[in-house]
């Protein structure tokens, strides 16, 4: 991971110089949990000013970068990074928890993140995952190897909002996927077996075949839908 960290980081340097303030690793590898079958590198990188002579200058370092496995780099300005924060508070909270600075000034550890909006934010993205991945298991459920694959890498997302529900009341827990399964099963009261399995996939502890995805289904549904309700009523 290292060696082609460095190798982005240089890469970034000699297309940007002066222009590249920040380069930042976030997300599951800098948090510890990185799946290298499911996860990916996700880099936060904080230029003066983002104009389509940056994006020009970028094209060629991205492509070879999502050709070593992971998405193209988050590309913010300096002010973006200042005033987004009440619109992405979930996303700005996590960095701001688990980040390595790679390049430049660090921009996040002093972050203020407003949290005005992080219950609604927590409760919207929870119920627009759940209506995506109803809508995309609909046309998966006679194809066994489909449906798997698209809730073994659900469980990533619903994690980490399940972490984000838990904080909102009041319980705080590692990032670690399993921890957070377990402590949003006791304290939201669903049946937490339809993760553990898919965790048992994503970790290969089991062979895939050995996990049937529609009898998960159906209780992996629930779950999602109890930790939603507990944030609803937070607003009550």
Request: proline share 3%; charged share 30%; glycine share 6%.
């Amino acid at each position: 991971m290292e060696k082609v960290l460095n190798q982005l980081v240089e890469k970034l340097r000699k297309a940007y110089g002066d222009r590249l303030v920040s380069v930042i690793l976030y997300g599951s590898a800098a948090a510890g949990d990185h799946q290298a079958k499911f996860s990916d590198f996700n880099i936060l990188c904080v230029l003066r000013a983002i104009t389509p002579r940056e994006l020009d200058e970028g094209e060629d370092i991205f492509r070879w970068w999502r050709e070593q496995g992971s998405p193209s780099p988050l590309l913010l300005s300096e002010q973006e990074i200042a005033n987004s924060t009440d619109s992405f508070a979930i996303e700005f909270l996590d960095i701001k928890q688990h980040h390595q600075l790679l390049h430049g000034k660090d921009l996040i550890s002093g972050l203020v993140v407003d949290r005005s909006f992080y219950r609604a934010q927590v409760e919207h993205d929870l119920r627009a995952k759940l209506f995506r991945l109803r809508q995309k298991a609909s046309g998966m459920l006679s194809d066994a190897d489909l449906l798997r694959r698209l809730m073994a890498d659900s469980i990533s997302t619903f994690a980490v909002l399940f972490r984000h529900a838990l904080a909102l009341h009041g319980v705080e827990t590692s990032h670690r996927k399993r921890e957070v399964i377990e402590s949003a099963s006791r304290h939201f009261q669903f049946d937490a077996t339809p993760f553990q399995k898919l965790l048992d996939v994503r970790e290969e502890r089991v062979k895939p075949r050995e996990v049937e995805p529609a009898a998960l289904l159906g209780s992996y549904l629930v779950g999602i839908g109890r930790v939603i309700d507990a944030v609803d009523r937070l607003e009550q």
